[in-house]
C-alpha cells in the first residue's frame, strides 16, 4: 500500500468514526462541518402546515317559510298564538287545518318545527293561522325568537 492510498484510508476512516460520533450524540455531521446548516437528516419529512382561521359567515338572510304540500310562504310575523306569510298561492281556505312545517333561519334564531295549524284568514294574499297545539318547548323558543327580533328592531331605530 502507497503512502497515498493509506492517507485516503485513514482520512475516510477519520470523517466515517467522525461522523458516526455526531450521530451518537445527536448532531448531525454535515451541519457541524458547514456541508449543510439548515437541513437535518429527517428535515425533508417536516411539514409545516398553517391552520386556517374560519372566515366570519354572512349575517343570516331572512329565509323564513311555512311549508305545506310542497310549496312555501315566507313569514311575515311569528307568534306563539299563530302566524302570518307575505304571500299565499290560495291552496288553503278559511277554516281548513293543515300540517305544516315551519323553518326559521335568520339573525335572530335558526329552528325547525312541525305543527298542525288552523287558517284563519287568507285575503289578500296572505295566510294568517292559529296554531292549534304547540309544545310547550315550541312555545318557548318562539318566545325566545320574539323577545331577540323585538331587541333588534328597537336597536336599529
Do not use: C
Not at 310575523?77 to 293543515?98: E, H, P, R, V, W
Not at 323553518?103 to 289578500?124: E, L, N, P, R, Y
Amino acid at each position: 500500500m502507497s503512502v497515498q492510498t493509506a492517507t485516503i484510508h485513514e482520512t475516510v476512516a477519520v470523517a466515517a468514526w467522525s461522523a458516526f460520533n455526531d450521530v451518537a450524540s445527536g448532531a448531525s455531521a454535515p451541519a457541524q462541518r458547514g456541508w449543510i446548516s439548515t437541513m437535518g437528516l429527517f428535515d425533508f419529512l417536516k411539514v409545516s402546515v398553517k391552520t386556517k382561521t374560519p372566515a366570519k359567515s354572512a349575517p343570516r338572510a331572512g329565509h323564513s317559510l311555512i311549508e305545506y304540500d310542497g310549496r312555501s310562504f315566507p313569514i311575515a310575523a311569528l307568534t306563539t298564538k299563530g302566524f302570518a306569510t307575505t304571500t299565499f298561492d290560495g291552496s288553503l281556505i278559511q277554516g281548513q287545518n293543515a300540517r305544516v312545517t315551519v323553518k326559521v333561519d335568520d339573525q335572530a334564531g335558526k329552528f325547525t318545527f312541525a305543527a298542525t295549524i288552523a287558517v284563519t284568514d287568507t285575503q289578500g294574499g296572505r295566510l294568517i293561522g292559529n296554531w292549534t297545539m304547540l309544545p310547550t318547548e315550541v312555545e318557548d323558543v318562539i318566545r325566545q325568537y320574539a323577545q331577540i327580533r323585538a331587541k333588534q328592531k328597537t336597536v336599529k331605530k
